[in-house]
């Protein structure tokens, strides 16, 4: 197969799956990344397990800056794939927050300076 009919055929592909997983191409980013639980000590007195997308804080997720939608998808080395559900007073810039199920786990994963992959959502 010719390179330039190669490179385009690699290139519908990419823009097909794109469009069957409703995800643009992943963005790779370097972010500060450290752990947080449902705790007065990591979320302050108020609170209440429930996230600032309103679902509750369980299982896998992430708090992410304002430029994230709810929604968006990071795979995050160590951690895995999660969605942005929530957000946080000091997660800005290049800052992400991982929820695990213990104040200790999330003292054990400390903080973090990974490449991170971003697949944003579409807009539907």
Request: charged fraction near 20%; proline fraction near 6%.
């Amino acid at each position: 197969m010719k390179p330039i009919r190669r490179q385009r055929l690699l290139l519908a592909v990419t823009f097909w799956l794109a469009l069957v997983s409703n995800a643009l191409p992943a963005q790779i980013m370097t972010m500060r990344v450290s752990g947080f639980c449902k705790c007065e000590i990591c979320c302050g007195p108020h609170a209440c397990g429930i996230t600032a997308s309103g679902r509750p804080a369980v299982g896998k997720l992430i708090a992410a800056p304002r430029n994230f939608r709810f929604g968006t998808m990071i795979e995050v080395p160590g951690y895995g794939v999660a969605p942005v559900l929530d957000r946080g007073g000091k997660i800005k810039g290049r800052r992400l927050d991982l929820l695990f199920a213990s104040h200790a786990a999330a003292k054990k994963w400390g903080v973090r300076f990974l490449k991170v992959k971003i697949r944003k959502v579409r807009n539907t």
